[in-house]
């Protein structure tokens, strides 16, 4: 996989997009179960990721994506901002400038050991690792763009019956069942976008 | 607020809300007095409820001691920043800053007693921790 300068921008384009458009109904999702302010504060970090274009674009991949990790982490504020901010820049520090696929499965699986690390988590306590670790073993297994966004979707519709053990939700016990996890729809958004623009050209 | 006496442990405090973070370090103040290095921070950067990493970082800078600092949390998220911050931290300082599962408020009381009395680092987060263990 190969991302010029320009696809580089689009790519960031289209994360920032699918964020910001989708803030009202993150938020929805997080006065349910949540504090109520995962929309605005994905959408405040992903304003100021965009706020560093041009000049984030002119960046290596690697580098890029490590930029947008340090700015969510410092903007975002609330758990998500070192939890999403931590998986783009440890995919930064564990992608090449180019990245064949078998890349991107490694780099992938480190980013989200990362994130347990992180949140002291693993997959199954209804945060976004219910959704990184599924579409990661899409990924892993093959699948193309279509079949990792396919799961993306489907894996954080299946947080909306789990039970919180992690995050602010898991103060509600069995009151957060019912109710999908902002932080796996966030994830999900995130993902859809990222191959809708890549087109998956790491079938390569 | 801050003020500086090298040699006992800081205490920082990390509350969602900036009023419970200066609070509780009113709290703290009324009890040890100056007798050690204290910093508070709460907020997002746009000043509504939440934590975020640069006033975290800020606040172990303010409240720093050669005998390390003890961060006081109060919801997940001030604990997920305040472990960020420290990652962030420069190497040689990093191990010295330790982040207290303790409640906010007792426990940055408690810890700044300890502190006050000359407690190294680790004595002064298990007193926070086993005061409601």
């Not at chain 1, 992608?95 to 480190?110: C, F, G, H, I, M």
């Not at chain 1, 899409?138 to 193309?144: P, S």
């Not at chain 2, 939440?50 to 005998?67: D, H, K, Q, R």
């Amino acid at each position: 996989m190969s991302l010029d300068r320009v696809a580089r921008e689009r790519l960031v384009r289209a994360l920032a997009g699918a964020v910001i458009e989708h803030a009202d109904e993150l938020t929805s999702l997080d006065q349910a179960i949540g504090d109520g302010d995962h929309g605005l504060n994905m959408k405040r970090g992903f304003e100021a990721v965009l706020a560093t274009l041009p000049g984030l674009a002119d960046k290596s991949l690697p580098e890029m994506l490590k930029a947008i990790g340090m700015t969510l982490v410092m903007k975002v504020g609330g758990a998500s901002g070192p939890l999403v901010g931590t998986f783009f820049m440890e995919l930064g520090k564990a992608l090449p400038e180019q990245p064949s696929r078998p890349d991107l499965v490694t780099a992938t699986e480190k980013a989200i050991e990362a994130v347990k690390a992180r949140g002291r988590s693993e997959a199954g306590q209804k945060t976004l690792l219910d959704v990184l670790v599924p579409v990661h073993a899409v990924l892993a297994e093959g699948g193309d763009a279509k079949a990792i966004a396919a799961e993306a979707v489907q894996a954080a519709d299946r947080t909306t019956p789990m039970q919180a053990i992690r995050g602010r939700a898991s103060f509600l016990g069995e009151r957060s069942i019912g109710h999908m996890d902002p932080g796996s729809r966030s994830a999900s958004l995130l993902i859809g976008a990222a191959v809708e623009t890549l087109k998956f050209e790491v079938n390569t | 607020m801050s003020s500086l006496r090298p040699g006992n442990v800081g205490i920082v405090i990390v509350s969602h809300s900036p009023k419970i973070a200066e609070g509780a370090a009113d709290m703290v103040r009324q009890m040890v007095g100056d007798a050690v290095p204290l910093a508070w921070t709460g907020g997002d950067v746009d000043g509504g409820l939440g934590t975020n990493v640069a006033g975290i970082l800020e606040a172990i800078e303010t409240a720093w001691s050669p005998a390390g600092v003890a961060i006081l949390v109060d919801l997940g998220g001030a604990e997920t920043n305040s472990e960020m911050a420290v990652e962030m931290l420069p190497e040689d300082r990093r191990a010295r800053v330790l982040v207290c599962n303790a409640p906010v408020v007792e426990g940055a009381v408690i810890a700044a007693t300890e502190s006050s009395g000359g407690s190294p680092l680790a004595a002064v987060k298990r007193s926070a921790e086993e005061f409601y263990a």
